[in-house]
């Protein structure tokens, strides 16, 4: 007779077993999520239900930002060749949304045929009707770097009641549709024009929740003097705080992503460790990728739950009969106490619940009757989904990450700073002298030969006391003398001969001139008399 509760329990012990990510989170998302969605109609008020292609498909990087801040050239930047539909100009050129991705053949596939597409995780964006369809395509290019990831270009951000009205599909909303689904959102920002206007702020609002996935581009960082770039960056930053409530500081990559001659030379270094930044925060993404969406699979199940809360409760205090107008617009116009009564009774944290003007509004519309009372069964087995399944998936995308190859972008701009003299930091810090005939170490050596003489060597070696008098003079952390010591000491005798004192000294001038030092000594730095040994 209560056999099902044995069953049950033994569910709770022994989660489900997936053979891959991907497909795990299908399975969990359709057997235990979907059916809770769907019986309070979370759809209707918040996110389309996911599809196949929504795990299926390959990272996704978001570009947002106020017309002519370089949005479509930093995508030409990255691929390093043009793409179908692609124009540029200081005028607002891009007015529709471009998904640029990997194809055999170079076309454009109009934004009605792309979302019947079931291959293509874009078929829920027809809710937002043909105003907004025949503002949307997709590029399809053969390009290295579109194998590993896509990218969506969005129309440029214009101030002005007109222009949002002029759309004639809710921008904001297709912009939040797009920053659940995508890897990375990049705001870029032109450093002639900080201004941040009344659509681009309702924009980065209805960013919120996706702040982990938020980068800023301080873009055309080139064109303006060292003093001038200071006092930009300072006025983006208080202009952000203003908007993104966040405690944490987004990242800003400061730079001049297009291909011409920098117009001011003067911070070069600058954005080229910027660059190499963010290029890497964009070459992690395909790693990263199944961790995101299951990240992203949480947070749509947190939501779900408490959506359902605020239905059944809302179910609940509605009259049987009569007055249920009256009633639904005084829960409505309560509905911060109902949220606050949700949260004490069932411990949930404030940062889960809907924006509460939105669901107001979103209510309005809707009919009492039709909600469903709370289904605790339903609640429970997305409980249990998060408290079993998710760790089994955890340790499943761990287990992928070790036995796939290292995953990450190749191609276009990502090439050319790799390898040869032109990869960041080529010949600098501990790289100094790479191409050099002679030990770049000898250009010193006679001064810190001085030195070395004097700290009473026996046999033409110092001892580990002696040496490290001289090297904490540097100042530096004892953890770093220590790593520069182990680098030095080629022969592990606990001893450094005139050329190992030499060496150690240099890597103590390559930390002191802010480089980073090397996990092992580069083949250049070896001395000349230790090369035999080391082969």
């Known amino acids: 007779m209560f056999s099902w509760l044995g069953s049950d329990d033994r569910r709770r012990k022994d989660p489900e077993v997936f053979q891959t990510v991907s497909e795990g989170l299908k399975k969990l998302y359709k057997t235990k999520l979907l059916p809770l969605e769907e019986h309070y109609r979370f759809h209707e008020f918040h996110s389309p239900a ?28 990255l691929l390093e060749q043009d793409f179908p539909g692609m124009r540029i100009g200081p005028e607002p050129t891009t007015d529709s949304f ?13 934004g009605n045929a792309l979302v019947v597409d079931p291959k293509k995780p874009f078929r829920k964006l027809n809710a937002f009707g043909n105003a907004f369809l025949n503002r949307f395509v997709c590029a399809q290019l053969p390009n290295p770097v579109l194998e590993s990831i896509s990218v969506i270009d969005t129309p440029g951000i214009l101030s002005g009641e007109k222009q949002r009205i002029s759309r004639g599909y809710d921008f904001a909303a297709v912009l939040e549709w797009f920053a659940e689904r995508v890897d990375r959102i990049i705001l870029l920002f032109d450093a002639h024009k900080l201004d941040i206007s009344d659509e681009f702020s309702e924009v980065i609002k209805a960013l919120k929740n996706h702040e982990d996935k938020m980068r800023v581009v301080l873009n055309k960082a080139d064109q303006i003097e060292t003093q001038q770039l200071m006092r930009v960056y300072g006025a983006l930053m208080w202009s952000l705080g203003k908007i993104v409530n966040t405690p944490e500081v987004i990242r800003v990559y400061i730079g001049s992503f297009w291909s011409h001659p920098l117009l001011i030379p003067d911070n070069r270094k600058l ?40 239905i059944s409760s809302l179910k609940k205090e509605m009259p049987s009969v009569f007055g249920k107008e009256n009633k639904k617009k005084e829960l409505v116009n309560n509905l911060a106490e109902i949220y606050g009564r949700i949260e004490r009774e069932h411990q949930i944290s404030p940062g889960d619940f809907p924006n509460l003007k939105r669901m107001q509004d979103q209510l309005q519309a809707q009919d009492f009757s039709k909600f469903q009372p709370l289904k605790s069964k339903l609640l429970e087995v997305v409980d249990d989904m998060l408290a079993h399944d998710i760790a089994q998936l955890m340790v499943l995308v761990r287990q992928e990450e070790t036995q796939r190859p290292v995953q990450m972008v190749k191609g276009g701009a990502f090439e050319g700073t790799l390898h040869g003299p032109f990869g960041h930091g080529y010949g600098e810090g501990a790289g100094e002298g790479i191409d050099d005939a002679e030990w770049v170490v000898a250009r010193d050596k006679p001064m810190y030969d001085e030195i070395f003489y004097t700290l009473s060597p026996v046999d033409g070696k110092i001892t580990g006391a002696n040496a ?41 001038k390559v930390k002191l001139e802010g480089h980073e030092l090397p996990n092992e000594l580069p083949a250049h730095l070896l001395p000349p008399s230790k090369r035999k040994v080391a082969e």
């Open 50 to 77: 996911l599809e196949d292609a929504d795990f299926d498909n390959k990272p996704m990087v978001l570009l947002v930002g106020q017309y002519s801040t370089g949005k479509t050239t930093f995508i030409r930047y």
């Open 98 to 110: 471009i998904a640029v991705m990997h194809g055999q053949v170079e076309g454009i596939i109009p």
């Open 271 to 310: 954005f080229e460790a910027e660059e190499q930044d963010l290029f890497r925060d964009i070459q992690s993404l395909p790693r990263n990728a199944a961790l995101r969406k299951l990240n992203d699979l949480i947070k749509r199940a947190r939501l779900a739950k408490v959506h359902a809360y605020i």
């Open 468 to 508: 490290k008098k001289e090297m904490v003079r540097s100042k530096l952390p004892n953890s770093v003398l220590g790593k520069i010591w182990k680098l030095a000491d080629i022969d592990k005798d606990g001893m450094l001969d005139d050329e190992e004192f030499a060496l150690a000294n240099h890597l103590i």
